[in-house]
Each structure stands twice: as structure tokens, then as C-alpha cells.
């Protein structure tokens, strides 16, 4: 089986958006500020950005308050739609980069049906999870720590 490996661009735009939607409703987050809290770099969140934007994800605000902001809600962004936005495709092979197949062997590929359950498979998690589902297991995480740093649990 290859492996399926997620680049470092759409894990920080996973965190980037992470990060976002922990944020108060309109309230706005310097690439700076997320960079420093989630260890990491800044110039490389600057080029995630971008991305974000022009998939309307992600919405910039200019001023002293400035930053960005989501621009819908949590509920609203799937793993899966961030991932894709960001790499484009997230198919295990190749071959089930287009909608339909474009492989010359693909009627007599003995491996294609293993492929196409792999990549339905991945799917169907990251088509699963939302932003909000992800901001609900950061905030039990957080509340778990809190506790063990107070000592009260």
C-alpha cells in the first residue's frame, strides 16, 4: 500500500483554520499570533493564507484590528474540503485524481478496486469531521490540561 501522506502546507492550514474557528465570532487572528501559539512558521502561514482566501474559506481584515477571520461558521468547513482546497486531490493514486479514470490499464488493473476502497475509505473521515467537531475535542484537551496544571482533577 503507498503512502498517503499529507504535506506540511495543509497541515498548518488545518491548524491555521483551527485556530480560527477557536476565535470569538468576528473577532480577527494575526498569522503572527497563530503562528507563536501553534509553534508554527510565520512565513510559512503567510503562504498558506492565500489559498485560503481564494477558496473563500478565509477573509482578511486590514486595520489595527486587523487579521483574519473564517468566513463562515465551524459547522460549515469539512477536513476534507480544507485538504482538497489546499492539495487538490487526496486520492491514495493517481489514477482517482479525476473524476473519471484516465488510466489506460484501468479496466485490467487488478489493484484499482483496493485504491478506489482506500481512497473511499480516507473520505469518508475527513468528509466527517468538521471545524467544530475539531474546536469541541481542543477545548476538552484544554479544560484536561487546565486541570492537571491546577491539580484539581
Not at 3 to 19: D, F, G, N, P, Q
Not at 43 to 72: C, D, F, N, W
Amino acid at each position: 500500500m503507498p503512502t498517503v501522506k499529507i504535506s506540511t502546507k495543509s497541515r498548518y492550514a488545518l491548524h491555521l483554520m483551527l485556530a480560527l474557528a477557536m476565535q470569538e465570532e468576528g473577532a480577527n487572528l494575526s498569522v503572527k499570533s497563530v503562528a507563536e501559539s501553534q509553534g508554527i512558521s510565520e512565513k510559512y502561514l503567510e503562504q498558506v493564507i492565500p489559498t485560503l482566501i481564494r477558496g473563500g474559506m478565509v477573509r482578511s481584515t486590514r486595520g489595527a484590528r486587523g487579521g483574519y477571520h473564517l468566513v463562515g461558521s465551524p459547522e460549515d468547513y469539512t477536513v476534507g474540503a480544507i485538504l482538497r482546497l489546499v492539495e487538490g486531490s487526496i486520492a491514495p493514486v493517481s489514477c482517482l485524481d479525476d473524476e473519471v479514470n484516465q488510466c489506460a490499464r484501468c479496466k485490467e488493473c487488478v489493484t484499482l478496486e483496493l485504491w478506489e476502497q482506500v481512497d473511499r475509505a480516507i473520505s469518508n473521515v475527513v468528509d466527517h469531521v468538521t471545524l467544530a467537531d475539531l474546536v469541541d475535542k481542543q477545548r476538552r484537551i484544554d479544560a484536561r490540561c487546565a486541570c492537571h496544571v491546577r491539580g484539581n482533577c
